[in-house]
């Protein structure tokens, strides 16, 4: 069955670096979504990615965020310079935006800023 | 926001039925309602989705009540392995994001 993966699983950076996390959706997919989600806390809606736009995104992502298809596979989420409070799971979604509407996500990057 | 109301935690013994419930009495009609789970700290996993109709998959049955203000969602046997977030979610049939709530933590008991 085929299924979203992401990279890497795991991510420890210094506050001030910048990080790229990387995701492949579901091939035949045609919209993608990161989410994140703060220890402890509810899953939050960051941006969402269609026909190589942004289609929607959330006040959380703010200009150090930037998402990118740079090729047909992937789907990149980069923040140029972390902060402490960056640190959470990000989770990548994609959906075929068929009858269902549903969204597939990965297992997600746990990324940890210190 | 989420458009749901879920109680946030219930127990459930090993091999029973869970019953879980979700209020979306907003719901407009052009709405569906999504149920997803988290077991742990993994993503996401869908569940089940439905418009009007009662639905069963082979993972759960969803009863969507007449006024569509209520559903509830049926995991049929309940394992350890269910043990979990469950939330469910009201949208339209669109590209748009999904907004998880608190969701209800489901325990199911050896």
């Known amino acids: 069955e085929p299924e979203v993966t992401q990279t890497p699983s795991h991510q420890v950076t210094q506050m001030g670096q910048e990080v790229i996390l990387r995701c492949v959706p579901i091939?035949?997919?045609?919209?993608f979504y990161w989410y994140r989600q703060i220890l402890g806390q509810k899953v939050e809606f960051l941006v969402s990615?269609?026909?190589?736009?942004?289609?929607?995104k959330s006040e959380i992502f703010d200009d150090q965020f930037s998402v990118e298809r740079p090729d047909g596979s992937n789907f990149t989420l980069k923040i140029r310079s972390t902060k402490l409070e960056d640190s959470a799971m990000y989770f990548c979604?994609?959906?075929?935006?068929?009858?269902?509407?549903?969204?597939?996500f990965g297992p997600g990057t746990r990324l940890l800023v210190l | 926001d989420a458009k749901t109301t879920q109680p946030p935690s219930m127990d459930c013994a090993e091999g029973r039925a869970a019953n879980l419930p979700c209020n979306h009495s907003?719901?407009?009609?052009?709405?569906?309602v999504y149920w997803y789970r988290q077991i742990h700290s993994q993503g996401p996993q869908y569940i089940i989705h439905?418009?009007?109709n009662n639905e069963t998959n082979e993972m759960a049955s969803l009863i969507i009540t007449e006024d569509r203000k209520s559903s509830t969602l049926i995991l049929p046997h309940a394992t350890l392995r269910d043990t979990a977030v469950y939330y469910c979610?009201?949208?339209?049939?669109?590209?748009?994001?999904?907004?998880f709530g608190t969701g209800t933590s489901l325990t199911v008991i050896p």
């Open positions: 979604a994609s959906s075929d935006f068929g009858i269902s509407g549903l969204q597939y």
């Open positions: 091939s035949n997919h045609l919209y």
């Open positions: 990615f269609y026909n190589n736009e942004i289609s929607e």
């Open positions: 907003t719901i407009s009609g052009n709405e569906y």
């Open positions: 439905g418009l009007k």
């Open positions: 979610i009201v949208r339209e049939n669109t590209g748009n994001q999904f907004y």
